[in-house]
């Protein structure tokens, strides 16, 4: 497959990927701090976790397996801009692996509270993007 | 297994790299999914920080996997509800 194909595909995944993990943020800050929870919030959190189930997850996958072939194709693996973009990647990944589990508990009405730092995931989700967005796209190292 | 023992000798004994540039990246994709299930894992159930190194560093070690196997069937059938969940993995075998 051509690099530019290769290129829209990963994109495309990192949108749905990103903008699953946003909508997953945002959602786990509301449920936290509105509980007991309000009638009709316990579907909600089933149609939230489907679409992490079958959208944002599988989105990453994509985006990782995408994003690999590229940098082997274009032998990316020895320049620095690509280790720092996968460092936030990896953080990327371990936040969304957070933000997949604390939906499951909360499905099984888990009292526990989710992880504090996922109150400011959103902001770190947006903060890492953009400098992934400039790594990629510049490429300054 | 395919990567050790088939693409690895391929490589530096035969000098045909092509199976381990394919077998390696699917490994490493494999090892990273892996890692993020663990992680997705014990964000959503009450692991102790012992089973949680224990499956970490099982992941480190050749055919560590095949150690985890019957620490990781309680722990599904802890969550089915077929076995208490206060029980924990044993070190007898």
Excluded: C
């Excluded at chain 1, 946003?22 to 509105?34: E, G």
């Amino acid at each position: 497959m051509g690099y530019l194909w290769l290129k829209a595909f990963h994109v495309t995944a990192v949108i749905g990927w990103i903008g699953g993990m946003l909508v997953s943020s945002l959602f786990i800050v509301h449920v936290t701090s509105s509980r007991p929870l309000a009638a009709g919030e316990s579907r909600m959190i089933e149609i939230v976790r489907a679409w992490d189930w079958k959208v944002t997850t599988p989105a990453m996958l994509l985006a990782s397996a995408l994003g690999m072939t590229m940098a082997v194709q274009a032998g990316w693996f020895s320049s620095r801009w690509l280790m720092v973009k996968l460092v936030l990647v990896f953080g990327l990944s371990a936040l969304h692996g957070v933000q997949s589990g604390t939906l499951r508990r909360m499905a099984r009405g888990a009292n526990r509270s989710p992880p504090g730092f996922l109150r400011h995931s959103a902001s770190a989700i947006l903060m890492a993007i953009a400098a992934i967005a400039i790594l990629a796209v510049v490429k300054p190292f | 297994m395919a990567l050790l023992f088939v693409a690895v000798p391929l490589k530096h004994i035969a000098g045909h790299p092509a199976a381990t540039s394919i077998i390696g990246p699917i490994h490493g994709m494999a090892f990273l999914l892996y890692v993020w299930m663990l992680i997705q894992t014990v964000s959503g159930a009450d692991w102790s920080r012992a089973e949680i190194a224990r499956a970490l560093i099982v992941a480190f070690i050749p055919f560590g996997a095949f150690a985890n196997e019957r620490f990781l069937k309680r722990k599904e059938l802890a969550l089915a509800g077929s076995v208490s969940p206060e029980r924990k993995w044993d070190t007898s075998g």
